[in-house]
């Protein structure tokens, strides 16, 4: 033990919450699959610390000391309650020595059966996300609410309930074997990549809803590679987010003015975030196996050229789109195929591009518009644009875009 | 079901109004009526006068009180209503947030409750 100040081993404890809670409570919750008790035990356990660190010193050893801890709310709780099922789980856990083992020596990782858990296809889609949020990383249910647009009783409701599932469906705890592990992986990345798409349109400044989100993102992406270094979707997504996180800054101008791609100034890109970026998307081609991220992130890289003064390549941009949008034509694909073909081609043949989508499926998706009304501008009919301007307008919720496009629309 | 959308707006919000074309808050208001009517989720709504045209009236004891102003003096003043047909909470909440009221204002999300309007109307 090393006695510090106050001030440190508040720091230590803050340290150890954000770093390991995420193995901590995949150790505590993956025998007995109950991840509400696990949260529980291990919320007390970080309050004990708060007590008794400050005045015994922080442990040599701060994850084992928290999980011993854990451990013993853990079994306190199951002699109150006297329930057998409980008890046989914490036995047949191993839990009857809760001293020794922990506290002297390193426990396995099992973050990944954690987030496969929290991605299982038995669990809605949409509860992916904020069960990884709060697993794995720790956020409380009142700011993944917040990122998500729901009441903090809801989300709060909405997790209780997939909890409950979890242990009641028998969810197993276990790295999928690989027959299946392609679309669990992908449950994995695209619920990483959610969380992503939330923080990147808030910390451009909509409201506070989310921010910092896309930073815990790209934290999960790192968690991931850490498990399995070999996986070139993995290396995909984390490029990918990495390459835009590299343009955070210069997103906005002047009076909190939004500023799109095209007309950012790359010298207020962050270089070694890019270079970062690269080294993982060059490390992911090694292996072969390209996919979805592994082409999303190959698209930024071309724009992230600007940064060393290319001019946007388009037409490789047109045919990574073009890939991608064989393997999963989302609208969000589409929608960027046909701004790449009509750089790459002609206004004409993007606006046809972008024709070739249902009308009903983008009613409300706004980029889509965007993309539409710039296309009718740059074609000089006016009416048609202004029409789609206001679609666009009246679909964003951010208020400098909002400003954006009012500026743009024609009268 | 449907939703109302309560539209509080700011003394700046509601100064918008007096300005000439074009005007960048009636402009977002204007695109974003059009986009709830090409969603096909718009039922129906209306824009309320400015605050400071409300007349308040409570009876106390049987005696009519008449109160110059809206009903609660806040920063935030209700200046209009917009009725949308929507699968979910989740759905209203986001027309919500798009609603330029958001940013200028608030916009509270309420169902409708058809169950108490029908013991009224039969």
């Given at each position: 033990?090393?006695?510090?100040?106050?001030?440190?081993?508040?720091?230590?404890?803050?340290?150890v919450?954000?770093e390991?809670y995420?193995?901590?409570?995949?150790?505590?919750?993956?025998?007995t699959?109950?991840?509400?008790?696990?949260?529980?035990v291990?919320?007390?356990?970080?309050?004990?610390a708060?007590?008794?660190?400050?005045?015994?010193g922080?442990?040599?050893?701060?994850?084992?000391?928290?999980?011993?801890?854990?451990r013993?709310f853990?079994?306190?709780?199951?002699?109150?309650?006297?329930?057998?099922r409980?008890?046989?789980?914490?036995?047949?856990?191993g839990?009857?020595?809760?001293?020794?083992?922990?506290?002297?020596?390193?426990?396995?990782?099992e973050?990944?059966?954690?987030l496969?858990?929290?991605?299982h296809?038995?669990?809605?889609?949409?509860?992916h996300?904020?069960?990884?949020l709060?697993?794995?990383?720790?956020?409380?249910?009142?700011?993944?609410?917040?990122?998500?647009l729901v009441?903090?009783?809801?989300?709060?409701?909405?997790?209780?309930r997939?909890?409950?599932?979890?242990?009641?469906?028998?969810?197993?705890?276990?790295?999928?074997n690989?027959?299946?592990?392609?679309?669990?992986?992908?449950?994995?990345?695209?619920?990483?990549?959610?969380?992503?798409?939330?923080?990147w349109?808030?910390?451009?400044g909509?409201?506070?809803?989310?921010?910092?989100?896309?930073?815990?993102?790209?934290?999960l992406?790192?968690?991931?590679?850490?498990?399995?270094?070999?996986e070139?979707?993995?290396?995909?997504?984390?490029?990918?987010?990495l390459?835009?996180?590299?343009?955070?800054?210069?997103?906005?101008?002047?009076?909190?003015?939004?500023?799109?791609?095209?007309?950012?100034?790359?010298?207020?890109?962050?270089?070694?975030?890019?270079?970062?970026?690269?080294?993982?998307?060059?490390?992911a081609s090694?292996?072969?196996?390209?996919?979805?991220?592994?082409?999303?992130?190959?698209?930024?890289?071309?724009?992230?050229?600007?940064?060393?003064?290319?001019?946007?390549?388009?037409?490789?941009?047109?045919?990574?789109?073009?890939?991608?949008?064989?393997?999963?034509?989302?609208?969000?694909?589409?929608?960027?195929?046909?701004?790449?073909?009509?750089?790459?081609?002609?206004?004409?043949?993007?606006l046809?591009?972008?024709?070739?989508?249902?009308?009903?499926?983008?009613?409300t998706?706004?980029?889509?518009?965007?993309?539409?009304a710039?296309?009718l501008?740059?074609?000089g009919?006016?009416?048609?644009?202004?029409?789609a301007?206001?679609?666009?307008?009246?679909?964003?919720?951010?208020?400098a875009?909002?400003?954006?496009?009012?500026?743009?629309?024609?009268d | 079901?449907?939703?109302a959308?309560?539209?509080?707006?700011?003394?700046k919000?509601?100064?918008?109004?007096?300005n000439?074309?074009?005007?960048?808050?009636?402009?977002?208001?204007?695109?974003?009526?059009k986009?709830?009517?090409?969603?096909?989720?718009?039922?129906?709504?209306?824009?309320?006068?400015?605050?400071?045209?409300?007349?308040t009236?409570?009876?106390?004891?049987?005696?009519?009180?008449?109160?110059?102003?809206?009903?609660?003096e806040?920063?935030?003043?209700?200046?209009g209503?917009?009725?949308?047909?929507?699968?979910?909470?989740?759905?209203?909440?986001?027309?919500?947030?798009?609603?330029?009221?958001?940013?200028?204002?608030?916009?509270e999300?309420r169902?409708?409750?058809?169950?108490?309007?029908?013991?009224?109307?039969?």
């Amino acid at each position: 033990m090393n006695a510090g100040s106050d001030e440190d081993t508040h720091r230590a404890i803050e340290r150890v919450a954000r770093e390991s809670y995420g193995r901590l409570l995949a150790r505590l919750a993956s025998h007995t699959r109950d991840v509400a008790s696990a949260e529980d035990v291990l919320g007390d356990a970080l309050v004990a610390a708060l007590t008794t660190w400050p005045r015994d010193g922080v442990p040599r050893n701060p994850e084992g000391w928290l999980i011993t801890t854990a451990r013993h709310f853990f079994i306190d709780r199951a002699r109150h309650e006297l329930v057998a099922r409980a008890h046989d789980a914490l036995l047949s856990a191993g839990l009857s020595t809760p001293n020794d083992e922990a506290m002297a020596s390193e426990f396995p990782d099992e973050r990944l059966e954690l987030l496969f858990v929290c991605t299982h296809p038995a669990i809605d889609p949409a509860m992916h996300t904020p069960l990884m949020l709060q697993t794995v990383l720790g956020l409380d249910a009142a700011r993944i609410a917040q990122a998500f647009l729901v009441s903090p009783a809801t989300m709060g409701q909405r997790l209780v309930r997939v909890k409950t599932k979890i242990r009641a469906a028998g969810i197993p705890f276990e790295v999928p074997n690989v027959s299946e592990l392609p679309g669990r992986l992908d449950a994995v990345l695209e619920a990483i990549y959610a969380a992503f798409g939330i923080g990147w349109s808030a910390t451009a400044g909509i409201d506070e809803r989310g921010r910092g989100l896309a930073e815990e993102a790209i934290w999960l992406a790192r968690v991931l590679l850490d498990l399995m270094p070999d996986e070139p979707e993995a290396l995909g997504l984390l490029s990918l987010m990495l390459h835009c996180e590299a343009r955070g800054p210069a997103r906005r101008g002047p009076g909190e003015r939004y500023i799109p791609l095209s007309e950012q100034d790359p010298r207020r890109w962050s270089l070694g975030t890019i270079e970062e970026a690269e080294r993982h998307l060059a490390r992911a081609s090694t292996f072969g196996r390209t996919g979805r991220f592994q082409l999303e992130a190959a698209i930024q890289s071309v724009h992230s050229g600007r940064a060393h003064g290319q001019e946007t390549d388009w037409p490789a941009i047109a045919v990574f789109y073009e890939r991608l949008a064989r393997l999963s034509p989302t609208m969000r694909t589409l929608t960027g195929r046909a701004a790449a073909v009509a750089e790459a081609a002609s206004h004409t043949a993007g606006l046809a591009a972008l024709d070739t989508i249902p009308h009903e499926s983008v009613s409300t998706y706004q980029p889509y518009w965007a993309v539409r009304a710039h296309l009718l501008q740059r074609l000089g009919r006016s009416g048609d644009a202004a029409d789609a301007f206001d679609r666009a307008i009246g679909l964003t919720e951010d208020p400098a875009v909002r400003a954006f496009l009012l500026d743009k629309r024609p009268d | 079901m449907q939703f109302a959308l309560l539209i509080y707006e700011s003394p700046k919000a509601f100064a918008a109004r007096k300005n000439d074309d074009p005007d960048p808050y009636i402009g977002a208001w204007r695109a974003y009526y059009k986009a709830i009517v090409d969603a096909g989720v718009y039922v129906g709504g209306d824009a309320l006068e400015v605050p400071e045209t409300a007349t308040t009236v409570r009876l106390t004891n049987g005696t009519r009180r008449v109160q110059d102003g809206p009903c609660a003096e806040t920063k935030e003043q209700l200046a209009g209503i917009c009725v949308l047909e929507l699968s979910s909470l989740d759905a209203a909440l986001d027309w919500a947030a798009r609603c330029p009221a958001a940013s200028l204002g608030a916009v509270e999300v309420r169902p409708l409750a058809p169950d108490a309007k029908h013991r009224i109307t039969g």
